[in-house]
Structure formats: C-alpha cells, structure tokens
C-alpha cells in the first residue's frame, strides 16, 4: 500500500532552517509528482511546494518563495523540503502528498514550530 512518512519537524527559532523528508513507498515514486501541504491550527491545508517526476520542474507558494525549496532523489524514493530563513507564521503541520489515479494519499505529518 502507498505509504508517506515525513520527518526533520521540530522547534526551531525564527531565521533558523530545517529539513523536511518524506519517504514514499508503494507506489513508482519516478512516475509520479509530489507535493508538500501545510496547516497551521484555526487554518486549511495549503500547497507549500511542488516537484515533477524528474525534479525538473518546481512551484511554490508566494509565501515560502526564495527560502524553501523542495528536491527529490528517485533512487531512494524520497522528497525533501528544505527550508531557510524560517518565520512563526511557518509554524504548521508539514504533510508530504501524492495524487495516483485520482486518489490522494497523505503522510501523517510533521509539526514544525518558529518561535524564540
């Protein structure tokens, strides 16, 4: 079955970074794209980053523009959000997600917190 599990989530003070990992099985992780959601509490799941099957293509959310950026390696099923210059507001839940045949599989989440 198609399994997500992200981790590198943890308390980190504002202008400080952290890595996100999402490790991807079940499914042909080259063949497909992958996305990075977030929720703050009190607010909807939002698109953070997406990546394409070969890594060549990348979107981001306006807000995280030049401090995240997403990457995966293929050869070891796994997506990664890297993220710099980190403000409270980034505060949230961090979900690595995929679509396959128009059904959409969420990891269980990391929680990042930026505070001092």
């Known amino acids: 079955q198609v399994q997500l599990v992200e981790s590198g989530g943890g308390l980190v003070q504002p202008g400080g970074s952290l890595r996100l990992t999402c490790a991807a099985s079940?499914?042909?992780?080259?063949?497909?794209?992958m996305n990075w959601y977030r929720q703050a509490p009190g607010r909807e799941r939002e698109l953070v980053a997406v990546i394409t099957r070969s890594g060549g293509g990348r979107n981001y959310a306006s807000s995280v523009k030049g401090r995240f950026t997403i990457s995966r390696d293929n050869a070891k099923s796994t997506v990664y959000l890297q993220m710099n210059s980190l403000k409270p507001e980034d505060t949230a839940v961090y979900y690595c997600n995929v679509i396959l045949s128009h059904e959409t599989y969420w990891g269980q989440g990391t929680q990042v917190t930026v505070s001092s």
């Open positions: 079940g499914f042909t992780f080259s063949n497909s794209h």
